[in-house]
């Protein structure tokens, strides 16, 4: 997608998120996708990290490390604006800063580039994951749009997975492939995990974009989706640590 059509979802996936935080009867409902946090946990989660990534865009490609930011506000009803204001930095400085410009992210070792480009592809993958997991406390989940979906599936292979890493295990190519028609390939060996076009994988992983991204983001387990061949390999990128 084009820039301003990355920062156009975050700015709805947001909203979407604030109205599922303004639907609950209450902050403290627990959250069942995110063990051990409640509905304000994940408010605050959501809002404070968008305020320190639109510092740690502000500081430009000099910085070394990620922005820290004050916390959020401890009375509720300060939430929704002080989320939306979350946002609003976030994308002002992302505009203000562009695609192209040179930014500090934790994916150096990355298929992803260091790019605030990046850093607003990723934001979006956040906070339409959050808003799913919001919707879901309230017992409505809504898919993840089709858009946003498949967006979300080369932007989490190419930022969590594939990259100059050692995969420790025997070496096997694995895809996902979108019921929109849309497929990834990785291949995992002790030299690096690629992202690539589909080939001859040893197992794949069959649904919807949206599935696939709740999957990869550990929303939804592997038996909701179809899957093809050795499942073992898909067992073990769930539990891989790239940094290890």
Known sequence: MEFPEVLRLIDERSTAFRAAVA???GFDVQVPTCPGWTLLDLARHVG???FAWAATVAAG??????????GAPVECEALPDWLADSTQALLDELRQAGPDRACWTWWAASESPQTCGAVARHQLQ?????????QLTLGAPMPLPAAVALDGVDEFL???????????????????????????????????????????????????????????????????????????HFDRLVEWDPDD
């Open 48 to 50: 404070e990290g968008r």
């Open 126 to 134: 956040e906070v339409a994951v959050h808003t799913y997991d919001a």
């Open 158 to 232: 190419a930022t969590c997975c594939a990259g100059a890493y050692r995969w420790p295990y025997e070496p096997a190519a694995v895809a996902y492939c979108t019921t929109e028609g849309a497929s990834w390939q990785l291949s995992l060996a002790a030299d690096g995990v690629r992202l690539g076009p589909l080939s001859a994988p040893d197992a794949s992983l069959h649904g919807t974009a949206s599935d696939l991204v709740l999957a990869l983001y550990g929303r939804i387990p592997l038996d909701d989706l179809k899957l093809d061949g050795d499942r073992r």
């Open 61 to 70: 490609p000099d910085a070394t490390g990620k922005a820290t930011v004050q």
């Open 23 to 25: 639907a609950a009867p």
